[in-house]
């Protein structure tokens, strides 16, 4: 199991990616107490499963769960994303969402 680097490129992305997590939405506010938590949450989610690490737009779904939900159960939420509902392969490294679910006959 890999280990989790928290200088690690994840996390630089995820802070990077805080501001542009739904900016219109007062909860997620600069330096606010959502995007406290929002990241938390991701680096939470990079430390439980270190081989899938952080991915744009993972943001964007654990901001949607914390925004109806604390932050335990908006953690093990995506967990359950990620684990019962398919959603692990597509945040693998070298797989795209779309060369995952869009057929190629297309």
């Given amino acids: 199991m890999q280990e989790f680097n928290a200088n690690s490129n994840d996390v630089l992305q995820i802070k990077r990616d805080l501001n542009r997590t739904y900016p219109e939405c007062s909860f997620y ?3 606010g107490e959502g ?3 929002l990241e938390r949450v991701l680096i939470s989610l ?3 499963d270190p ?3 952080y991915v744009q737009g993972m943001n964007f779904i654990a ?3 914390l925004y109806h939900c604390s932050e335990e159960i908006a953690f093990w939420l995506f967990i359950s994303l990620i684990e ?3 959603m692990r392969d597509i945040y693998m490294p070298g797989n ?3 060369e995952y679910r869009i057929p190629r006959n297309i």
């Fill in 63 to 65: 901001g949607a769960l």
């Fill in 46 to 48: 990079c430390k439980y």
């Fill in 96 to 98: 795209s969402f779309v």
């Fill in 29 to 31: 506010s600069e330096g």
């Fill in 51 to 53: 081989s899938i690490g």
């Fill in 35 to 37: 995007q406290i938590i």
């Fill in 84 to 86: 019962d509902h398919e």
